[in-house]
């Protein structure tokens, strides 16, 4: 018999082990990514006095595929929608908090003489708190209700996408030589041009892909494209220089657009967790002891400057968003820790070889023990506030808890700055698939041209039918940057409000007309040798053109009406399916009053039972605005209404009114029968005895359901047949009857039967 590989013992040993250890944090409530990485510490070669995994690299190739299928999972859960939705409270603190982090953390480093790419990138793994570790929490101290643990979430989905954009960032500094601001901005520029690209492309082209298979896909079929299309982009994200983690968010993120996006992340999240589970203990298994007692006071120190950073510039950025100081303090002490993103970074870094391996161990014992102390610091928050409100002065307190950064605009201003808002983003998005379809067109099909059609040295015709194709690509885009928002109603509202207006709103249809004509410019200059004049006057016209063609104006509406289509598609199924919170959500007058949603268990005391029953409103102060049952929205149910089993409840009320129905929920749960094993079901039979008090009776009349609890499925009719007891039957003596119960039903029926009870 062949041997076993070692990279199948390998993985037997790690999933073992991180089996038996993860069931222990498991009983003592601990996050499972700890146990991840204790069991990869217990395997490593660290470790003397237990089996050691043999192959590391194989091991490393594993974990490689769990970074690539994690970010691929966190893109699904991210959408482009809710980042603009959130406005920028949300983000006023997320970039204020990264900032202050990442500088201290560098500080910290500088102080401990470590170089500086070590320093660099120390910054980038304290600026990111764990969403993981942090969800975990608030849903073990069930603040998940809460309104701060809202905003907490908020930050934490934007902290991912800044830490996907600082590993790429990373990436460029570490392949650089003596990285500059021009390189720095390059790169910023280089993300945002393929993010454009990628995120405009895959909106048009992967929902239609997905509508036009709908109906030979299944769950299997599904898994297998959803992974293939999140492979396709590491590839093609590495071959353009980005990491293969940064393709697959990107994947994730477009996927999340399309309906088939709640699917894919249940389909996904059994592949995620076993990849991310060996990608966490391939992180344990760098750990090693000798380093952790050499580096005990700068472990410390990071822990310190996690703790009191985070406090600080946490409660710091939330504030400069807009919440109160109680709300910014609870919001800043939640996020003092770091976790999986640090974990990703660090290893990105030594995979480029440019990190000290000091730094990989010395980061997991800081997230060790900072995650062992968040359950601690989300409590802290509200007595060292209590502290402030004490030793303060009242008016400071005052100020502090009604600071905001909004001003209030008129009603023009807020019509303008909504038309240039647009206008920008729709010229954005335009040019990025007009720059595209050029960079395109001149890599690969200018090349191809020259090689079919050859002749001149300066392949003239080749030139020629090339920027054809590329002006014939891009005229529908050319024509959108040009026309789209000039027969909207904010540009109609300031057109007609004041003449003053008219004047700007003609601008700013000139500067696109200027943007416009530059690409028709740049594709003359690219592929002829004409004068300047020449060059410019054509692109003018062709633009006119493109502005007067119907048949342009028709195929610019229908690209752009499959655009937003499938960019709502799944905003559109989830208000079918009534899952979109209620647009009054956020215009609660009570800043500490909002909406949460709260799920019914299935072994829930409350299913089956009457609103009014329930009395939810005096028992908790709460109101109930939706129901939620499948496919069914029941809005302002009345005491009449029934709860049932995995019912979502829209419920409006304050965080501690919240929290106490939480809990309430929680706690009212049918226990596990102990003597589940004794329920079991059987078959048998009994013959009406002489001494029965069933002879003469019929089958309502004798009791068998509803005093012994039994079913009678049948009368035998000699040694063959069994035949359905009819109701108005009456048992003979000496009938053979088929019962079904359990056996203490069934045995006190048979002495009932045999007048043995009586």
């Known amino acids: 018999m062949a041997e076993i590989p070692f990279l199948v013992k390998d993985l037997a040993l790690i999933l073992m082990v991180a089996g038996i250890v993860t069931l222990i ?3 003592l409530k601990q996050p499972l990514v700890l146990g991840y990485i204790m069991a990869g ?5 660290h470790m003397p006095y237990t089996m050691s995994v043999v192959d590391e690299t194989d091991i490393q190739t594993w974990a490689d595929i769990g970074v690539i299928f994690t970010l691929f999972s966190l893109g699904l859960d991210f959408s482009f929608k809710k980042i603009v939705k959130m ?29 500086r790419m070590d320093c660099i990138f120390l910054g980038g793994m304290l600026a990111m708190s764990s969403t993981t570790i942090i969800y975990k929490a608030f849903d073990d101290m069930r603040l998940r209700t809460q309104k701060f643990a809202s905003m907490v979430m908020s930050v934490l989905i934007l902290e991912d996408i800044l830490a996907i954009v600082m590993m790429v960032m990373l990436s460029a500094i570490a392949s650089g030589s003596s990285p500059d601001g021009g390189q720095m901005l390059a790169s910023i520029v280089k993300i945002g041009f393929f993010l454009g690209v990628w995120f405009i492309v895959g909106i048009f082209a992967i929902p239609w892909f997905l509508r036009s298979v709908r109906k030979l896909i299944n769950a299997e079929t599904l898994l297998i494209v959803s992974l293939g299309l999140c492979c396709g982009m590491a590839v093609l994200s590495t071959k353009v220089g980005f990491s293969s983690a940064f393709g697959a968010f990107v994947m994730g993120s477009i996927l999340a657009e399309t309906i088939e996006a709640e699917k894919i992340i249940k389909l996904v999240e059994p592949v995620k ?9 391939s992180v344990g298994m760098l750990v090693d002891p000798k380093i952790l007692v050499e580096y005990a006071v700068p472990i410390l120190a990071l822990v310190g400057t996690i703790l009191v950073g985070q406090a600080i510039f946490g409660t710091f950025g939330f504030m400069l968003g807009g919440e109160s100081l109680k709300s910014a303090m609870r919001c800043g002490f939640s996020m003092a820790q ?3 993103f640090s974990f990703i970074i660090a290893s990105l870094g030594l995979s480029l070889g440019v990190i000290s391996k000091f730094l990989y161990p010395v980061v997991v014992a800081v997230s060790v023990i900072t995650t062992f102390l968040t359950p601690y610091m989300i409590r802290l928050a509200t007595p060292t506030y209590q502290v402030m409100e004490k030793h303060l002065p009242d008016k400071l307190i005052h100020i502090l808890n009604h600071f905001a950064m909004s001003h209030p605009q008129t009603q023009q201003q807020s019509k303008w700055k909504s038309l240039i808002r647009q206008m920008l983003v729709n010229t954005t998005a335009y040019s990025i698939l007009s720059a595209a379809v050029i960079a395109l067109m001149f890599t690969f099909v200018l090349p191809l041209m020259r090689n079919l059609l050859p002749g001149w040295h300066l392949h003239w015709y080749a030139n020629a039918i090339t920027g054809l194709l590329t002006v014939l690509f891009i005229s529908p885009f050319l024509r959108a940057i040009v026309m789209k928002k000039n027969h909207s109603e904010e540009f109609r509202a300031l057109w007609n409000e004041s003449r003053s207006n ?28 004409f004068t300047n004049a020449l060059m410019l006057t054509i692109a003018v016209v062709i633009v006119l053109f493109m502005i007067l063609s119907r048949r342009l104006k028709k195929r610019s509406i229908l690209m752009e009406r499959l655009f937003v289509q499938n960019l709502r598609s799944r905003d559109i199924e989830q208000q079918v399916l009534g899952l979109k919170k209620p647009l009054y959500e956020g215009h609660l007058l009570d800043r500490d009053i909002h909406i949460s949603d709260i799920d019914i268990p299935e072994n829930s005391k409350w299913a089956g039972m009457y609103l009014s029953d329930l009395r939810l409103s005096n028992r908790f102060g ?3 605005s939706s129901i939620l049952r499948g496919h069914q929205r029941i809005n302002i149910p009345g005491g009449d209404s029934i709860v049932f089993p995995g019912d979502r409840l829209q419920v409006i009320g304050s965080d501690s009114q919240l929290s106490a129905m939480q809990a309430a929920v929680d706690s009212d749960i049918v226990p596990d029968d102990p003597d589940i094993e004794k329920r079991e079901m059987k078959l048998s039979q009994i013959v009406i005895d002489r001494n029965s008090p069933f002879v003469g009776k019929t ?37 053979i009857v088929w019962i079904v119960g359990e056996e203490s039903a069934l045995q006190g029926l048979k002495d009932a039967n045999t007048g043995a009870a009586q």
């Open 502 to 529: 008219r004047l700007p709103l003609l601008v700013t249809i000139l500067v696109r007309v200027i943007i416009a004509s530059a690409f028709i410019f740049y594709i003359c200059n690219y592929l002829t040798r």
């Open 338 to 340: 770091i976790g999986e």
């Open 273 to 281: 967790n076993l990849f991310g589970a060996i990608f966490f203990v």
């Open 41 to 45: 510490f217990l395997v490593s070669p």
């Open 25 to 27: 944090f498991k009983r």
């Open 699 to 735: 089958l309502p009349e004798s009791g068998i359901r509803d005093r012994f609890n039994c079913m009678v499925v049948g009368r035998e009719e000699g040694k063959e047949n069994l035949s359905m007891v009819n109701i108005t039957y009456r048992f003979r003596l000496g009938d």
């Open 87 to 115: 406005g920028a409270s949300p983000i006023i603190a997320t970039v204020v908090i990264v900032f202050c982090m990442m500088m201290l953390g560098i500080s910290v480093g500088h102080s401990f003489d470590w170089g």
């Open 622 to 624: 709460v109101h109930i």
